[in-house]
């Protein structure tokens, strides 16, 4: 039997794919190429941006007329010109039917409701309710009739969230968050904080060893609020010692892990413990999302982050004293409801001041169920548009500012990909995430080489492999 993905939103998501992807690979499912031809596909939503959850209900639609095919109804009644592979499967196999699931925090914020507006789906699976995919499948290989989920008020990590094949994966170590901050909906879809136990964490680990990956990214909404069980001295394990936990871990048992990344972090759980972990252990790698979602502090207030500008840059001056080869990503959401002209400003000084190596930039988009979408004062889509245009327009700036300033260096990367404009250069990435191009043989895929950077074109280094 065959199965297909697809999957929105976060890391997390991916993570979350990956580890059902895991449960079906188990039991001898295979991938198809195409969803028209599974027996199984499983949409993983995400709810952070109305614009999402818009593209999800576009697909709902569309599968509801490839069942439809799948099953030999007439089919002068939908566009064959996009469903020209489902036909032609439903000629060849006659007719069997496609499960479709939808889960992640979209099915989690509409649960029930999704199924009454989009009766297409057959199971709906929230972000608590993952445990049920065992016989969720099952149901599907022994062709049962679905039946109802019943969602659950705990969270439960799979023991791996691995992708077959890859040399770079996803670990993750917490889930939810406890901040509210009054634009957000993941606290509501995601649920209150909760931490991965230690040993769950380390046994994930040995699992990757043993597949040869070569990098880990540990996973949370909130990844730096991490807090573990007791240790052995009856101290609680918070993500700082957690961190040596794991550095100590893959020395001792000579795993070929070689970098560790974590992503996202809260300016307000970056610790100088952390920095001091960070700077004592070479595994971590020196690049940081870290969001600052803006840089006045009414505004900050009113969104209810837990940390002031001030504290922010000082985080960032912190950060480049004692990491000096670190670069910093972060968040910059323009057009929060209230935002003056003067408010505004107050983002391309931030970003003045610290220069991120890059951002990811989106003007206030209102979500239903959070605080803020009841604020007065909201600003007019074509005036958060004009903002966004600004702050994109900065960052490209700094961007090229940034890493203009690495030209020259020698630097380590880990080979990734074959790039699509020419065969005979891969494209790797440097432990601060930045994007290399380089003439090398494909054989050196998943390798950690030396690059000399040449130049650079667009956000994108260019160079030559070292020999040694």
Known sequence: MKYFFETYGCEMNIAESASVEQLLISRSWEKAEHPEEANLVIINTCSVRGTAEQRILGRLGYFEGVKKIRMGESKEKFRLEDMKIAARFQEKNGKIPLTLVVMGCMAQRLLDDLKKMYPVVDYVVGTFGKYKFGEIIQAVENGNKPFKIKDEETYTFAPVSYEQGAFSTFVPIMHGCNNFCTYCIVPYVRGREVSRRVDQILAEIDFLSRANVKEITLLGQNVNAYRGEKDEKGLETNFPKLLTKICRHIEETKSPIKWIRFES????????????????????????????????????????????????????????????????????????????????????????????????????????????????????????????????????????????????ETIEVLCDIVSRNDETELLGKTEQNERVAFKADKMLIGQFVKVKIESLQGNTFRGSLVTE
Not at 311 to 322: A, D
Not at 325 to 336: A, K, N, P, R, S
Not at 356 to 375: D, L
């Open 265 to 408: 972090s809260n300016p307000n759980d970056f610790s100088d413990e952390l920095i001091e972990v960070i700077k004592n252990h070479r595994q971590i790698c020196r690049g940081f999302h870290i969001a600052a979602q803006h840089g006045n502090n009414e505004i900050l207030k009113r969104m209810n982050r837990k940390n002031t500008r001030e504290e922010f840059i000082e985080l960032s001056r912190k950060l480049k004293q004692n990491l000096p080869e670190c670069q910093i990503i972060t968040d910059l959401m323009v057009g929060f409801p209230g935002e003056t002209d003067g408010q505004f400003k107050d983002i391309l000084s931030l970003m003045e001041e610290v220069k991120f190596e890059s951002s990811f930039m989106y003007y206030y988009n209102p979500r239903e169920g959070t605080p803020a979408a009841r604020y007065e004062n909201q600003i007019p889509l074509e005036e958060k548009k004009a903002r966004l245009a600004k702050v994109i327009e900065l960052q490209g700036k700094h961007t090229t500012e940034v890493m203009q300033k690495r030209l020259g």
